[in-house]
């Protein structure tokens, strides 16, 4: 079964700065995707970002990108010029591609950012 | 084209009562999925439905919980006999197909007192 690991409870950036939100995951599967959402104080889950792990390039979302490891199934989310707004918990999340059990997303504990001002 | 639609957003219960969820995917979908979050825990996969067909409810506890995503209407999770481990944010997802990016709704806050 595939796992995925958030090794960061908390995470604090000053306003305007740059942070790094790691995520590790396991599978034996070489297709799935890789998402990161967000969770703000209203807990409703926002995507953030996703990638599939067929292509090399990194996505990128405005000031969000990703650092797209495969070989070290490494996933972890860089927020650029962080603001006020982007304070909230964030969840890395796995899925497969195969048709049989692709349907679920497999979460991480999640990591609660702090803005700074 | 309006979002994942959860009602009640807050639900209270007694032990014993029965507890009804629901969810209206957006417009366009037919699978949906329901997750469940545990207090200051990530989200736990539950069940995926699409339209009149359970296809997966792996993580749907064995008693008690039921779903069913009707031909007309939106998508119900229902659990019966609550008890306090059932308190937790139930969130519905949908999306157009199998392969396409998971939407949540706002989620539905369970209280059992």
């Known amino acids: 079964a595939q796992t995925v690991t958030q090794s960061q409870p908390e995470m604090s950036v000053q306003e305007a700065e740059t942070v790094t939100l790691s995520c590790t995951y396991d599978t034996s599967e070489s297709d799935y995707y890789l998402f990161w959402y967000k969770q703000p104080p209203s807990r409703q889950m926002i995507l953030v970002i996703r990638q599939e792990a067929y292509k090399q390039q990194n996505a990128t979302e405005n000031r969000f990108s990703v650092n797209f490891q495969k070989a070290a199934k490494s996933f972890s989310l860089k927020i650029s010029d962080s603001q006020l707004g982007d304070a909230a918990m964030y969840f890395c999340?796995?899925?497969?591609?195969?048709?049989?059990?692709?349907?679920?997303?497999?979460f991480g504990a999640g990591t609660i950012l702090r803005v700074k001002s | 084209n309006a979002g994942v639609m959860q009602n009640p957003r807050h639900l209270v219960r007694r032990r014993g009562q029965e507890a009804r969820l629901r969810c209206s995917p957006m417009k366009g979908h037919s699978h949906v999925y329901w997750y469940r979050q545990l207090p200051e825990e990530g989200l736990k996969f539950m069940v995926y439905l699409q339209k009149e067909n359970i296809i997966d409810e792996s993580g749907m506890p064995k008693e008690r919980f039921s779903a069913e995503f009707p031909k007309e209407g939106p998508s119900i999770l229902r659990i019966q006999q609550v008890v306090r481990g059932d308190s937790a944010a139930y969130f519905c997802?949908?999306?157009?197909?199998?392969?396409?990016?998971?939407?949540f709704g706002p989620g539905t806050r369970l209280t059992v007192l």
């Open positions: 997802a949908s999306s157009p197909n199998l392969r396409d990016t998971q939407y």
């Open positions: 999340a796995y899925r497969s591609a195969k048709e049989r059990g692709g349907n679920k997303l497999v």
